[in-house]
């Protein structure tokens, strides 16, 4: 059964309670999404471990009820008031 929107952000929303999350459903088939996901949580962290820590908050779900994801992740930034 495919992982929902919903449960992907509420996932995601319980491991990085600070986040911005943006989902898309790529393919319309609940099964294939892309996450954008701001957190502090990322601050300093390499790419790949950004992507181990959203991984670790989908408990083990991926390949199961969520097949494919492609991840955007980053630390807030310093926005300047131009």
Excluded: N, W
Aim: glycine share 8%; charged share 20%; net charge negative.
């Amino acid at each position: 059964m495919p992982m929902s929107v919903e449960t992907l952000h509420a996932h995601l929303a319980e491991a990085f309670p600070d986040a911005e999350i943006a989902i898309d459903d790529l393919a319309g088939d609940g099964d294939h999404y892309r996450a954008r996901i701001v957190s502090t949580a990322f601050s300093g962290l390499p790419r790949v471990r950004q992507h181990q820590l959203v991984y670790a908050a989908l408990k083990g779900q991926m390949g199961g009820e969520l097949h494919a994801l492609a991840l955007e992740t980053s630390a807030p930034s310093a926005k300047s008031g131009a």
